[in-house]
């Protein structure tokens, strides 16, 4: 029947949210909004009419009334990991990628969500829909030391709620291999006396090479190279004394690496030079 004396914002009690002042046409049916607060998980909860009003005789109420249930899911998913296991890549590696989030999500596909940059990512699984685990492979040819992984909003939480957008912690993609530039000796064709300076350049910085591990010589003896910036190497051959032969060179082994680790595809070798220290010498001077 029509009530008398009802005000929704005295006789309502709301939990985590707020109900906007119930209207009415016949004092017997109201109506009013309800929003949600932010920021609430909460499975139980419930609207409470009070005894406060009375029918337009003046009769209270028997006892207050209550809603059914209702659930308040205003928490949206947070990541709380996203990380790949191998941050410097090269020719070879893969990398597990790890995204967790705070809570299950739904909706979530890594192929559609994840954008990924030099590589390309296997579609990543779960058990339980909050820890996602994948496989990162990089691209080939490429050197690119900025790179990070982007988690787009597109997915949400089993409430509904969409999740924030996250990135990676930067990774570098290094899978070009080390070349050389030029492997060269100033003189080809040596005497008894005489020195020539070896020049390898490579196409970037190398680790790990020694010219006296790594460079075979043939009929001579070659100075420990040095660098200033580990791309462009000098030392200098002796031929040795004694020999007379018209094939030689000097043989790069695969030994070295980039400063990435990736070795290179194959050997390399000087030009041909020729040693020639044995004198003449006088087979006969008579009269």
Not at 136 to 152: C, H, K, Q, R
Request: glycine share 6%; no cysteine.
């Amino acid at each position: 029947e029509a009530v008398s004396g009802f005000s929704s914002d005295d006789d309502v009690t709301v939990q985590n949210g707020s109900l906007a002042t119930m209207t009415t046409t016949d004092n017997i049916t109201w109506t009013g909004t309800f929003t949600p607060s932010s920021d609430v998980e909460d499975a139980t909860n419930v609207l409470t009419l009070a005894t406060s009003y009375t029918d337009t005789a003046g009769n209270a109420p028997a006892s207050t009334s209550t809603t059914a249930n209702y659930t308040v899911d205003t928490t949206a998913a947070t990541v709380a990991a996203f990380t790949v296991s191998d941050t410097a890549l090269k020719i070879g590696d893969t990398a597990t990628v790890t995204l967790q989030f705070s809570e299950a999500v739904s909706g979530f596909s890594s192929d559609d969500d994840v954008t990924v940059q030099n590589g390309s990512l296997a579609t990543m699984t779960s058990s339980d829909n909050i820890t996602w685990t994948g496989t990162f492979t990089p691209s080939s040819g490429i050197e690119d030391a900025e790179n990070v992984m982007t988690l787009a909003t597109s997915y949400t939480d089993t409430a509904g709620n969409a999740g924030p957008s996250a990135t990676t912690a930067n990774y570098q993609v290094d899978t070009v291999r080390p070349t050389v530039a030029a492997f060269t000796m100033s003189d080809t064709a040596l005497i008894s006396g005489e020195t020539s300076t070896v020049t390898l350049q490579f196409s970037e910085a190398v680790a790990n090479f020694s010219s006296d591990d790594d460079i075979t010589v043939q009929n001579g003896s070659l100075a420990t190279m040095t660098s200033s910036d580990n791309i462009t190497w000098t030392g200098t051959f002796t031929p040795s004394s004694g020999v007379e032969d018209s094939e030689n060179i000097l043989t790069l082994a695969t030994s070295y690496t980039d400063t990435a680790g990736n070795a290179p595809a194959s050997t390399s070798t000087t030009d041909n030079y020729t040693v020639d220290t044995t004198a003449a010498t006088v087979e006969s001077f008579t009269i």
